[in-house]
């Protein structure tokens, strides 16, 4: 089998994918997710395929904006499909008694979970992946498929611990227990309605309009992170949102017009203030 996978990587490599590595499919079972997705699952899926999509530029391209990194960029969830459904394409000739299904983030798999048994990464206190060379700063894309692999059985890896994301969490949200999804900056910059005083001070004080990179730009195993985005990404980069800007093909577009114009004006208030 490990021909075989490797025969798959090259696949991968070849459609322009970096990384990907490979895990059996029933460790995965206890931790799967309800989604609508998951009717999708291959009856008897056996591996799960997981790739790993380098989105971030240099540091200084985001000098200037008001958006998390990965908003910066084309939506993930219209260009890593693209990726995704041609290799799967290929496997199926290459293994036609075999099923194929693409997953990314609405996904029932959980993917950093995934990716860190598939030998990609070690998993950060924030719940995100960190790859060695790419750091956090990728999408993560899987293949669920009744193939079998039969690749070495991993246990996930934890991060260096070294609390830099915690001091470096505007919001208290990240612990030595873990995270607190409800309070963590990138989820008060997506929810709808009227802000708390204190929520809309964190999006004054940190210039963000939607999501938050703090604690991933305080992570030490991204200081050398290589900044390799895939060619989408590259031609899609726009580091800032602006009033009445463009929605179209973006990855906030979905919480619609309102919650984003909303957090515009309280950085405009703020620079009023100034």
């Not at 990138?186 to 004054?204: D, F, N, P, Y």
């Amino acid at each position: 089998m490990v021909d075989t996978f490797l025969k798959i990587k090259q696949i991968f490599t070849q459609a322009g994918i970096p990384a990907v590595g490979a895990c059996s499919f029933a460790p995965l079972r206890p931790f799967l997710l309800h989604c609508r997705a998951e009717k999708r699952l291959p009856q008897g899926a056996k591996s799960v395929i997981v790739a790993l999509f380098p989105y971030s530029m240099e540091a200084e391209a985001y000098t200037g904006g008001n958006l998390s990194r990965y908003a910066c960029v084309g939506d993930y969830h219209e260009i890593v499909p693209q990726y995704l459904n041609r290799v799967a394409a290929q496997l199926q000739d290459l293994f036609p008694d075999e099923q194929f299904a693409a997953f990314t983030d609405n996904s029932p798999i959980p993917e950093v979970r995934a990716a860190a048994l598939a030998g990609l990464g070690r998993i950060g206190r924030n719940g995100l992946l960190i790859h060695e060379r790419y750091g956090s700063w990728v999408f993560i894309g899987e293949l669920v498929t009744t193939l079998a692999l039969e690749p070495p059985l991993r246990e996930p890896l934890t991060c260096l611990d070294c609390g830099g994301c915690l001091s470096a969490c505007p919001a208290g949200a990240l612990t030595a227990g873990g995270l607190d999804r409800a309070q963590c900056l990138s989820a008060v910059t997506q929810r709808k309605g009227e802000l708390t005083e204190r929520e809309a001070a964190m999006i004054r004080g940190t210039g963000c309009v939607w999501g938050c990179d703090l604690c991933q730009t305080a992570c030490p195993m991204n200081a050398g992170a290589l900044a390799r985005p895939l060619p989408e990404f590259t031609a899609t980069f726009q580091p800032a949102a602006g009033p009445g800007g463009p929605l179209e093909g973006r990855a906030y577009a979905w919480r619609g017009r309102k919650v984003i114009e909303r957090n515009l004006r309280l950085l405009c208030e703020e620079e009023e203030r100034v």
